[in-house]
């Protein structure tokens, strides 16, 4: 049983897109994905790739997988934002997302970015230890806002003269 970490491939978006939808099970969101595995082929592989992605595979199988993208702050400048870090339900805690969240690291280091940032859920209390474990500050005092697909639409009518 060897755990392999390497860059995820075109050939892996199907795979990619089933650990997406258990993890947006498991933060309580099962309908919440929209992306296909053609967005993520598209976004992912073309002339300008908006993600990296890092995928555990053990015995020919995806188990886990890191996705992330530069930033830039107007405070540090270059920086990389991790989107997601999952592995499969059954085989968390055996060390599979550390290593991806190391490779994730390494990734940033070697690309000499000013920080690397992620959101984690409050109530994920094994995510938070782990991070603080690791050297990683979890702010406790920034909110994230979003504003999904609709909302942006209906915005942007309501406010053309702007």
């Not at 082929?41 to 530069?70: D, H, R, S, W």
């Not at 070697?110 to 984690?120: G, H, I, L, T």
């Amino acid at each position: 049983m060897k755990l392999i970490i390497r860059n995820a491939n075109n050939q892996d978006m199907a795979q990619i897109l089933d650990l997406i939808k258990e993890l947006a099970v498991f933060e309580k969101e099962p309908d919440a994905v929209v992306v296909t595995v053609e967005d993520l082929q598209n976004e992912g592989f073309g002339k300008n790739p908006l993600f990296t992605c890092f995928v555990a595979e053990l015995n020919k199988e995806i188990v886990g997988m890191a996705l992330c993208y530069f930033r830039f702050s107007t405070w540090k400048g270059r920086t990389v934002h991790l989107e997601d870090l999952i592995v499969k339900e059954a085989l968390r805690g055996k060390g599979i997302g550390e290593k991806l969240y190391a490779e994730v690291l390494k990734f940033a280091y070697k690309n000499k970015v000013k920080r690397v940032e992620w959101a984690v859920l409050n109530w994920n209390t094994p995510a938070i230890k782990f991070y603080e474990r690791t050297g990683a500050t979890v702010l406790k005092d920034w909110y994230i806002a979003q504003m999904d697909e609709q909302a942006l639409k209906k915005y942007v009518k309501n406010n053309e003269s702007i």
